[in-house]
């Protein structure tokens, strides 16, 4: 069975400091990965997917960038974290032309 | 472009009684619909999903979504609230394209 793991799962880091949250998927191959954030009361944002090895969309233009460098793992990055990025992180993954997608456990992220 | 309106930011019921939770969507294809249920501090879990075929949808934990095209439609409902039910619950579209979700319904059940 598939499995997707997050990780950190809580993070408090101090403003204009970097960001590298990731997730893996096991048990399939080639899956559509996703980064999703939550704020509160704001719903899902999506924030990026990618549909293979280093091929990233971006929906939203920000400070956070997303890299593929293996075929399961998907990393969310910034270089300098604003206060704005506070939230709840959500990774997922769906099969190639599958529209299901199936969430990972979260990362919640504190900027102070 | 493809949208989510979950009406209701905030639901309560009684334990017991009758859960119905709002969704309506805009798409320009026939689309693909779906409810996933958040507890606190975890990851979203589907509960149930629209592709094609019968519109009535059954689901995990009792419930049950009906899609309704004319209405461009797809509530969420259970008969009997449980209190392990009290959760937040979003609505999402797929139109060939990444889900694009609603802002979410926070379900409080009453004692």
């Known amino acids: 069975s598939q499995t997707i793991h997050q990780w950190p799962a809580t993070l408090v880091q101090p403003v204009g400091s970097p960001l590298s949250l990731e997730c893996t998927v096991e048990?399939?191959?080639?899956?559509?990965l996703y980064w999703y954030r939550q704020a509160a009361g704001r719903g899902l944002q999506l924030l990026f997917y990618?549909?293979?090895?280093?091929?990233i969309s971006s929906e939203v233009p920000q400070n956070l960038s997303a890299s593929r460098p293996q075929d399961r793992q998907f990393i969310l990055s910034s270089k300098k974290l604003l206060l704005s990025d506070s939230g709840f992180y959500l990774c997922?993954?769906?099969?190639?032309?599958?529209?299901?997608?199936?969430f990972g456990p979260g990362t919640r992220l504190l900027v102070l | 472009a493809q949208s989510v309106t979950q009406l209701g930011s905030h639901v309560s019921v009684s334990e017991g009684a009758l859960v119905l939770l709002r969704c309506n969507y805009s798409?320009?294809?026939?689309?693909?619909l779906f409810w996933y249920v958040q507890y606190p501090n975890q990851g979203l879990q589907l509960l149930l999903k629209?592709?094609?075929?019968?519109?009535l949808v059954k689901g995990i934990n009792g419930f049950e979504a009906e899609f309704k095209k004319s209405e461009t439609s797809f509530h969420l409902t259970k008969p009997s609230a449980h209190m392990s039910d009290a959760a937040e619950y979003f609505c999402?579209?797929?139109?060939?394209?990444?889900?694009?979700f609603g802002k979410g319904t926070r379900l409080s059940v009453i004692a």
């Open positions: 629209y592709t094609t075929g019968a519109t």
């Open positions: 048990g399939t191959s080639n899956p559509n």
């Open positions: 999402a579209v797929s139109d060939q394209r990444p889900l694009v």
């Open positions: 990618s549909v293979g090895i280093g091929q």
């Open positions: 798409s320009s294809v026939p689309p693909y």
């Open positions: 997922a993954w769906s099969v190639i032309g599958g529209e299901t997608q199936y």
